[in-house]
């Protein structure tokens, strides 16, 4: 088995990821979806946790040796980037989704040098917009964006578009198609299902559920 679907398989052994066609989840932009993601759980467990973050290090130490800083997207993926700068030795940086209000209004929290050659670290990537909006924020801060690592994508072509467009190479631990393979090898989805998730991946912005 791959690591691609030994990370899949721990996700939906937690629940980390659930599917379910005939209720669908609500995302906060609006999309109807048969499947959601929730990595934050992986964390409630050590040795998942710790499986995830050495094949997140793992994937940064082969694929991107020249990263000099690390950077989480607030706020699912600020551990996982804690984690990996930790275990690679790495200093670390994390940016909110916007400026603090208060204090020194930061939006970037931590130390970094202007030219740093960073990565961005990101708990999914599913239509990309948040993932963009935080290389445009170190960008404007003169910090050189390398890349970016997540655990799962969706596999959108809206985000493979937009990240190939602002010059983001990425990479991420697992995939839906993983997923859904895995799904159904393991007999979690049946063939009917199985349709009926390909085609919401195909235009999810469209998708209104089984009829």
């Keep these: 088995?791959?690591?691609?679907?030994?990370?899949?398989?721990?996700?939906?052994?937690?629940?980390?990821?659930?599917?379910n066609v005939d209720e669908p989840f609500n995302w906060a932009s609006g999309w109807k979806s048969p499947i959601y993601c929730d990595n934050r759980k992986a964390l409630s467990f050590p040795y998942i946790r710790d499986f995830i973050k050495s094949?997140?290090?793992?994937?940064?130490?082969e694929k991107f040796p020249e990263a000099g800083l690390l950077a989480g997207v607030a706020t699912a993926g600020i551990a996982w980037g804690a984690m990996a700068a930790d275990q690679l030795k790495l200093p670390y940086i994390y940016v909110r989704p916007k400026p603090k209000e208060h204090?020194?209004?930061?939006?970037?929290?931590?130390?970094?040098?202007?030219?740093?050659?960073?990565?961005?670290?990101?708990?999914?990537?599913?239509?990309?917009?948040?993932?963009?909006?935080?290389?445009?924020?170190?960008?404007?801060?003169?910090?050189?964006?390398?890349?970016m690592v997540s655990i799962f994508n969706y596999g959108f072509d809206q985000a493979k578009n937009a990240l190939e467009q602002a010059g983001v190479p990425y990479l991420s631990l697992t995939n839906y198609e993983t997923l859904i393979n895995l799904a159904i090898d393991k007999k979690i989805v049946s063939a009917a299902q199985e349709s009926v998730l390909l085609n919401w991946k195909n235009d999810p912005a469209n998708w209104k559920g089984v009829l």
Aim: with cysteine; glycine share 8%.
């Design 1 to 19: 088995m791959t690591n691609e679907k030994t990370i899949a398989e721990k996700l939906l052994q937690i629940k980390a990821i659930r599917l």
């Design 55 to 61: 094949e997140m290090c793992n994937v940064i130490f």
């Design 103 to 147: 204090g020194l209004g930061n939006q970037i929290e931590g130390f970094y040098e202007t030219g740093q050659k960073t990565l961005v670290i990101e708990d999914l990537i599913s239509t990309g917009k948040s993932s963009l909006q935080v290389v445009e924020v170190l960008r404007k801060a003169s910090i050189e964006v390398i890349g």
